[in-house]
């Protein structure tokens, strides 16, 4: 909490955008792993966020180019993650303002976690998956605000890649485990 309130407009922006990215496997067998990358792009060099918001809305909503919508459909009551997931991206605001930012980045970080305990139940205390999402978001946030050695948006990008793929390979598991 206390790194989000000390970003800057970009950092909130990659932050939020770094969460939802983590989440995109949640959003249906065949997306396409790279659907965020006209938002990381525009965060790079500035071109228009609106536009690169409509299309990466559409190629992940169901149906669109980016995806089924399988198991992340918003509609499914059986499938709380995606349905989570799906409202990180519908809560994207389509102006760069830092205001709208930090309570996007907020509520996507709030999100995400949540996204997690659900998808690592365990009466333990915190589980190991939202141990390691607490751990990215930090190390995202550290990055962005230059107190980490290396710091800057390909290394955020690599944290959250990183991310996508553990997430991914727990909904493949759920899926298996589901199916057999």
């Known amino acids: 909490m206390e790194l989000i309130a000390q970003a800057d407009e970009t950092g909130l922006a990659a932050s939020g955008l770094a969460c939802l990215d983590r989440c995109v496997p949640l959003f249906g067998d065949g997306v396409d792993e790279q659907a965020l990358r006209p938002l990381w792009a525009n965060l790079a060099d500035g071109t228009a966020w609106d536009g690169a918001l409509a299309g990466v809305r559409r190629s992940l909503e169901p149906g669109g180019t980016g995806g089924t919508g399988g198991t992340g459909d918003a509609g499914d009551a059986g499938d709380p993650a995606g349905a989570l997931a799906r409202r990180m991206l519908a809560a994207v605001p389509a102006e760069r303002t830092t205001g709208a930012l930090r ?3 907020d509520g996507c970080s709030a999100a995400a976690l949540q996204i997690h305990r659900l998808l690592d139940a365990t009466d333990d205390g915190v589980a190991p998956l939202v141990a390691a999402e607490l751990r990215r978001q930090i190390r995202v946030l550290e990055l962005l605000a230059g107190s980490a050695p290396g710091g800057g948006l390909r290394q955020v990008l690599d ?22």
């Open 103 to 105: 309570t996007w980045a």
């Open 159 to 180: 944290v959250s890649t990183e991310g996508r793929r553990v997430l991914r390979a727990v909904v493949s598991r759920r899926a298996r485990t589901a199916s057999g």
